[in-house]
């Protein structure tokens, strides 16, 4: 068996949000108010990343969750009729483990008009001890050959709460396989992005991880999570030839992989628990060099496997 990261060790599934915006920036919510919803929907860590201003705190101490140390940060690379632009989540340690940023730290916005131009930006926050999460390729107006050659990023988002409530996209792994079909080790991730209050609670990453800091960012960075907006995965391997998905109760599961069309297995009666499908030929060869899953209950809400990688 080979058993995607998320689904091995016998640690606790975190809930857990990465991207969020406060009144520290351009959001409606407070800190404080923030951090309270997310605890009362569960969560149980969140990282508070407004707009180059780095953050460690938890504004709202009765609340028990793990604040992740983050940011958000931005550079717009084309102007005119529009625009594209790259935006960085990241996330890193406390400050005694090593992260470089200051509290309350505010940088100026990069001025890279290429990806290549962009990617000292990107060597300077991972020296810093930041993971890093490429943000709504959609919304940005930035197809994946803009920001393919970038290197680091841990993650990229395939769901974003704020930018399929106000603009329907980021929806559903935008580029996401055109990356994973280069031969890039590049993991998803679902968040809000939240700016108004509607955003929040609506996309999260559950972790397989004890609750602290180094932990969920070291099970981030070796992809033992996956991303959800409602469905519930429990298992996601390959074996004997298939690769199998058990999950919550379910109307359809997708099997997905570049250079391969999109496999369905659907129920009549939204309570599919278990799906398989055969990725190997008549000799046991598997013909997908990764696969990765898609969970659509009866309400269209996703969750989404990380890959398995077969090569």
Known sequence: MIQQQAFAGNEKMLKGGLHCHTTRSDGRGTPEEVIRLHYHNGYDFLALTDHRYYNYINFAPDCPITIIPGMEYDNTFMHGKGFRCFHTV?????????????????????????????????DEIHAKKNLTIYC??????????????????????????????????????????????????????????????????????????????????????????????????????????????????????RFQSDM???????????????????????NGEYTYRYIRATVIDQFGRKAWTNPIFLD
């Not at 994946?144 to 680091?152: I, P, T």
């Not at 129920?267 to 055969?278: D, G, K």
Request: aromatic fraction near 10%.
């Open 90 to 122: 990241c996330i890193g340690p406390s400050r005694e483990d090593g992260n470089g940023y200051e509290q309350d730290e505010r940088l100026e916005s990069g001025k890279a008009l290429t990806q290549e131009e962009y990617q000292p930006y990107l």
């Open 136 to 253: 709504h390729p959609e919304w940005s107006s930035t197809p994946a050959r803009y920001f393919e050659k970038l290197e680091g990023n841990f993650a990229m988002e395939i769901w974003n709460s704020g930018c399929v409530q106000e603009c329907a996209q980021d929806m559903d792994a935008a580029y996401w396989d055109e990356l994973l079909g280069q031969g890039k080790i590049i993991y998803g991730v679902a968040t809000d992005d939240g700016h108004s209050m509607k955003n929040h609670c609506c996309g999260w990453v559950m972790v397989r991880a004890e609750n602290n800091i180094n932990a969920i960012l070291k099970a981030l960075e070796d992809g033992a999570f996956y991303s959800s907006t409602g469905p519930e995965i429990y298992n996601f391997y390959v074996e004997d030839g298939k690769a199998v998905v058990e999950c919550s109760f379910a109307k359809e599961v």
């Open 260 to 282: 391969h069309p999109t496999r369905m297995v659907r129920s009549v009666n939204n309570e599919l628990v278990r799906a398989e499908y055969p990725i190997a030929n008549e």
